[in-house]
């Protein structure tokens, strides 16, 4: 059954509570050359933005569009990106789906999981439609020295991509795994994965675990076999929504690893490029399908160290991981077969992500040198998501002339190749993502103690991950779950908030 997301709020209580309140709260207190500096006047929120409560993150989202919407002039944009002073604990950045019109690349409804195509505006209350709200946490982690490469790089790109993917089913024999299956598993039972029906309802793991057992050839793969990392939910990882370590994406800002055959059936992590991969790309409709190479996953590993398994972080410091197992090749044809074609398709898909920036800060913080800071900041992350894309996309800001001189939207967002922030210099190569102090990998346990939630709303996230959230009651926290490298993020977190108070 699907549900309505209109009779949902208003189940729980959430949509009444949104129509009835107002922007006071909340106000624009700046508009900068990239998006606005918003103040909470009434102390609602302070200077950090609600992320452990549903409720509360709906009503910021209802209210900060509200007062944006005020603004003389104001263009609207399809995305909120959210940033903030302070570093919060948890999590670190998330991107929280909020409409879909585009079929064939495995996004489903954050209220009911089932629908391809959604809309749940009405759900948050916002002022205006977008697609989805991203929460960047501070500004610090996209300026400041020693962290602003793992910002613009991994957290920035990683949450932005989360808009398109990853989200991508695989049929349960690729067209280059001859195991004998019946015609009806790898074509017919797969031709309508696409449709708004569960994951579970079309080609469920349960038929393809008894044609495997049937069967004299490979084991068949799971639906979900390209994804990894979740949040952990009653001691399993559900709403995976990255790539899987065992999948080789070349080291994408959506996770994977950039794996390399050295010999037949043994493979070795090489250094991530942290561009999105060919599947990135065509889910986001920036290239066509004809442009998408075949890449591979390791099936059956073998001989993997210790604590490593599908849903860890990628490799994406100094270590190198060699396993054993099955290379499945898998081409663009597989992934249509299995999830149906991109609708709208390249190159009739939008190029940019137009954005509206915003930064919550206290109203002493707000001054000339704070408006100059954040502007940096959303330079950075513009930056970092051209790199990702090697130029095929951009995230477009979208400003009134207002304060700032006017700033045209076809130039808003776009960065200089020898841009920086705060001197920090644009390798137009592969970033050096550096270890923290005293790690030279990141730590693979995390991910495991995500509270228990219900899926009512389903957040997706970078040095965030995928979480989910209950809507039950203004108590129920999101679902933060930690990131694979969840220690990489506690000590870089530490490193900013020393930089702060230096």
């Avoid at 709020?9 to 129509?19: T, Y």
């Avoid at 909120?80 to 670190?92: F, K, R």
């Avoid at 977008?130 to 790089?153: A, C, E, K, M, Q």
């Avoid at 979900?224 to 070349?250: C, E």
Wanted: aromatic share 8%; net charge negative.
């Amino acid at each position: 059954m699907r549900l309505d997301p209109q009779r949902l709020a208003a189940f729980l209580g959430l949509g009444v509570a949104l129509q009835s309140a107002t922007a006071e709260a909340i106000v624009v207190a700046r508009v900068t050359r990239r998006g606005y500096i918003l103040t909470d006047d009434v102390g609602d929120y302070g200077d950090t933005i609600p992320t452990s409560n549903t409720r509360a993150t709906a009503q910021f989202i209802a209210e900060a569009t509200a007062a944006l919407g005020e603004v003389e002039g104001f263009h609207e944009g399809r995305f909120l990106a959210a940033m903030q002073i302070p570093s919060s604990n948890d999590p670190l950045a998330f991107y929280l789906p909020i409409r879909n019109d585009v079929r064939g690349i495995g996004q489903r409804s954050s209220v009911d999981g089932r629908s391809e195509v959604f809309d749940t505006n009405s759900f948050f209350g916002s002022a205006f439609p977008i697609d989805g709200f991203v929460y960047l946490n501070s500004y610090r982690f996209y300026t400041d020295p020693r962290s602003v490469i793992f910002g613009r790089f991994l957290i920035c790109t990683q949450e932005f991509g989360h808009r398109y993917g990853a989200n991508l089913a695989v049929p349960a024999y690729p067209a280059s795994v001859d195991a004998g299956a019946p015609d009806a598993l790898t074509d017919a039972a797969v031709d309508d994965a696409a449709v708004d029906v569960p994951l579970g309802d079309v080609g469920s793991d349960a038929a393809r675990d008894a044609v495997s057992d049937a069967s004299t050839g490979p084991a068949a793969l799971t639906r979900d076999a390209l994804l990894g990392r979740g949040n952990s939910q009653n001691g399993m990882v559900v709403n995976r929504s990255h790539w899987s370590y065992f999948l080789n994406s070349g080291g994408s800002p959506m996770e994977g690893n950039n794996w390399n055959e050295f010999a037949p059936g043994q493979f070795r992590t090489d250094r991530p490029t942290f561009r999105f991969s060919p599947y990135d790309l065509y889910t986001m409709g920036l290239i066509p399908p004809s442009e998408v190479p075949v890449t591979f996953l390791i099936a059956e590993p073998q001989n993997v160290p210790r604590n490593i398994s599908r849903d860890s972080a990628p490799e994406y410091y100094n270590r190198v991981v060699t396993v054993r197992g099955r290379r499945v090749d898998l081409s663009i044809d597989d992934i249509v077969r299995a999830n149906g074609p991109r609708n709208p398709a390249y190159p009739s898909a939008s190029r940019d992500l137009d954005v509206v920036w915003v930064l919550l800060a206290a109203p002493e913080d707000v001054n000339d040198e704070l408006a100059a800071e954040f502007d940096e900041a959303v330079d950075s992350c513009a930056m970092g998501y051209a790199f990702a894309t090697a130029e095929r996309g951009r995230l477009v800001t979208t400003v009134p002339g207002a304060d700032a001189g006017e700033v045209p939207l076809d130039d808003a967002g776009f960065v200089p190749s020898d841009a920086g922030a705060r001197d920090v210099p644009f390798n137009p190569d592969v970033p050096t993502i550096p270890p923290p102090d005293g790690m030279s990998m990141p730590g693979s346990d995390a991910g495991d103690d995500a509270p228990a939630v219900s899926p009512a709303v389903r957040a997706e996230g970078g040095c965030a991950c995928s979480a989910t959230g209950a809507a039950q009651s203004s108590a129920a926290p999101w679902g933060l779950c930690a990131i694979g490298a969840a220690v990489f993020c506690r000590r870089a977190r530490r490193r900013v908030m020393k930089a702060r108070d230096r």
